[in-house]
Nanobody, 120 residues
Framework: VQLQASGGGLVQPGESLRLSCVAS????????MGWYQQTPGKQRELVAI???????TYADSVKGRFTLSRDNAKNTVYLQMNSLKPEDTAVYYC???????????????WGQGTLVTVSS
């Protein structure tokens, strides 16, 4: 499984960005798709995650500003980021957990990371 993330960049506070992540490869099903962020010296933290049934969980810091969506036909997950703040500056990593077999074996994959910089 390979993940191709895109959409990062430099924006001013209050502006928007949309991150995309395309998953390619073979799997039995996709258990979760989501995004994490990481800043220097800190551990990678969850931003938003969507489960197979469609339910979504967001970090408190992004609730009401970020929206996670998924296009199953394209195996793509999107993170729409609105009202961006300087504290949103981070490298954003796409994450997918696939169900590899009908027996339910799970495997975790990470994309290459895309930098989001929010600065005036």
């Amino acid at each position: 499984v390979q993940l191709q993330a895109s959409g990062g960049g430099l924006v001013q506070p209050g502006e928007s960005l949309r991150l995309s992540c395309v998953a390619s490869g073979t799997w039995f099903s996709l258990a979760t798709m989501g995004w994490y962020q990481q800043t220097p010296g800190k551990q990678r933290e969850l931003v938003a995650i969507m489960f197979d049934g469609g339910s979504t969980t967001y970090a408190d810091s992004v609730k009401g500003r970020f929206t996670l969506s998924r296009d199953n036909a394209k195996n793509t997950v999107y993170l729409q980021m609105n009202s961006l703040k300087p504290e949103d500056t981070a490298v954003y990593y796409c994450n997918v957990v696939v169900v590899e077999t009908a027996a339910g074996r799970l495997r975790n994959y990470w994309g290459q990371g895309t930098l989001v910089t929010v600065s005036s």
